[in-house]
């Protein structure tokens, strides 16, 4: 064998140990990058399924949130109708003159009272002297405490509903 068979043989012998440890850490490398790709896919797969959980958690909380608004809003839509067939009941009576309002009237040293007093027969009130009032300031003092009422309903309503959403 001459040298430049060696040589050659040498050669052709560092080529292939090259080619077949190249062919190795690709096959190596692939197998990395497909672990990696697969571990990839589950992060994201993870990352996936927690967001749906949490907007699944999220939608479960406003619709709790909506039903118990929706509750609340029925609970004092009730309040506000209880309290004007009330205030009607109370107008009713008062035109019908089956109900009277009267007020008690301040001891005054003067004696200058213009208010009448009314008259004595039937009540069971005791104190000092009482005047029933005009049946049309009455229904005016009704329709004031009428407006107060819905108005301390709404109140209640709002805080519920600021007290709920805050919550």
Not at 97 to 121: I, M, N
């Amino acid at each position: 064998m001459t040298a430049y068979m060696k040589a050659g043989a040498i050669l052709l012998l560092v080529a292939c140990s090259v080619f077949a440890t190249w062919k190795v850490d690709a096959w190596r490398y692939g197998k990395q990058i497909a672990e990696q790709s697969g571990a990839h896919q589950a992060d994201l797969t993870a990352i996936s399924n927690a967001a749906a959980a949490q907007q699944r958690a999220a939608q479960e909380k406003r619709l709790a949130l909506e039903q118990r608004l929706a509750a609340s809003d029925q609970t004092h839509h009730e309040a506000l109708t209880n309290a004007q067939k009330d205030q009607a009941r109370l107008r009713d009576r008062l035109a019908t003159s089956d109900l009277r309002l009267s007020v008690l009237l301040a001891e005054d040293s003067t004696g200058g009272c213009s208010v009448p007093a009314g008259t004595g027969a039937g009540g069971v009130v005791h104190g000092g002297a009482r005047a029933q009032l005009d049946p049309a300031h009455a229904q005016r003092i009704l329709g004031i405490t009428g407006e107060g009422d819905q108005g301390l309903i709404a109140l209640a309503a709002c805080q519920a509903y600021v007290k709920e959403v805050s919550r």
